[in-house]
Every structure is written in structure tokens, then in C-alpha cells.
């Protein structure tokens, strides 16, 4: 554990595509995202692996995923609009346990009023990650934070603007997550 996060590609053997789409995650998907509005899942994205660290990860932040505009060079502008254009869910799925001290992604919970707030007038063209990020995500700051802890298995069906950060992981043994989109 020489590093406090490892990200790990993207995943698409049998097994990952198995975890990704059983029955219970498909009538969830159907149920959130719309029966026919979104696309099976080809493997688990990218899995950012978190050790025990008294340093800096340098990816703790607050943010949301966006979902266009991915072609860009530059992360920051990177796109979401007020239709979450190509993404209609962010998902979290744990294969550690992960109590408060294993690094969970922290979440303002009801954060996504607020983002929808910002990008309605913007329309088709939505905001860039760099246009929503420049106060800091503080349209949000009033919210209560909550932590995605959970056992092994647990996977956090999550709307795609909920602002969420990654943190240092405090624990005793690494954090195994993976972060995919459900794609619409």
C-alpha cells in the first residue's frame, strides 16, 4: 500500500457483468430509470481501491458525475444537463465492507434539487463540471452529509446529480468499490 487510492480499469469479465446485472437491479433499474430507458450494464466501470492513509487520496472533492461532452480532454468540461443526457443513474457498488473509517463516499443527501436548480435554465447545453464546481458545490453546502457504508454487496442506486466526495480512508484494511453509470 504504497499509494492512498489505486484506480483499477474497467472491468468487464463475466463475473463483473453478472454483479451488475441480476434481476433485483434490474426491476430497480426499471423502477428509478424507466422500463426501457436504460442500458444493461457491460461490466463494473472503474474500481478506485482505497488504503489505509495518513495522506491526502487527491481525489476527495465534492462533485457530481456528469455524462457528455466526455470527449474533451479536460475532465472539467466534461457536461451534465438538466435531463442527465446519457446517465440516468450513478451507482456505487461495495465489494469490501466499508464502516465510517474505510473511506465512504460521503453524500449531501437531497443535493440533486439543487443541481437540477442550477442546470434547468441552461437546457440542452447544460453546465460544464468546472461551470458547477466554481463555488465549490456551496448551492449544496446546507444539506446533511450521510456516508455510503455498508456491507460487502451493498450497491447505492443513486441519482446522477447527488453531489458526493471520495475521503481518506481512516481504516484497517483496503476499500474495494466500484463506481459505474447506468447509461440511458
Not at 472503474?46 to 491526502?56: E, G, K
Not at 457498488?93 to 434547468?120: C, E, K, M, W
Not at 454487496?153 to 447506468?182: D, E, N
Request: charge should be negative; aromatic fraction near 10%.
Amino acid at each position: 500500500w504504497t499509494r492512498p487510492v489505486i484506480r483499477l480499469g474497467h472491468y468487464a469479465h463475466p463475473v463483473f457483468q453478472q454483479a451488475a446485472n441480476t434481476p433485483v437491479l434490474h426491476a430497480a433499474f426499471d423502477q428509478l430509470a424507466g422500463q426501457g430507458r436504460w442500458l444493461p450494464q457491460g461490466g463494473l466501470g472503474t474500481f478506485p481501491v482505497r488504503f489505509p492513509s495518513p495522506d491526502d487520496p487527491g481525489d476527495a472533492g465534492w462533485h457530481i458525475d456528469v455524462s457528455f461532452g466526455l470527449d474533451a480532454p479536460n475532465f472539467m468540461d466534461w457536461r451534465a444537463n438538466i435531463v442527465s443526457k446519457a446517465r440516468a443513474l450513478l451507482m456505487l457498488f461495495l465489494f469490501s465492507d466499508v464502516g465510517d473509517d474505510d473511506a465512504p463516499t460521503l453524500i449531501r443527501a437531497g443535493s440533486h434539487l439543487d443541481i437540477a436548480r442550477q442546470l434547468a435554465p441552461r437546457g440542452e447545453a447544460g453546465m460544464s463540471l468546472g461551470e458547477l464546481a466554481a463555488d465549490g458545490f456551496a448551492g449544496s453546502a446546507h444539506r446533511s452529509v450521510v456516508s455510503a457504508t455498508g456491507a460487502a454487496g451493498t450497491v447505492y442506486l443513486c441519482h446522477p446529480f447527488l453531489v458526493h466526495s471520495a475521503q481518506p480512508h481512516r481504516g484497517a484494511a483496503a476499500r474495494f468499490m466500484a463506481q459505474p453509470p447506468l447509461l440511458s
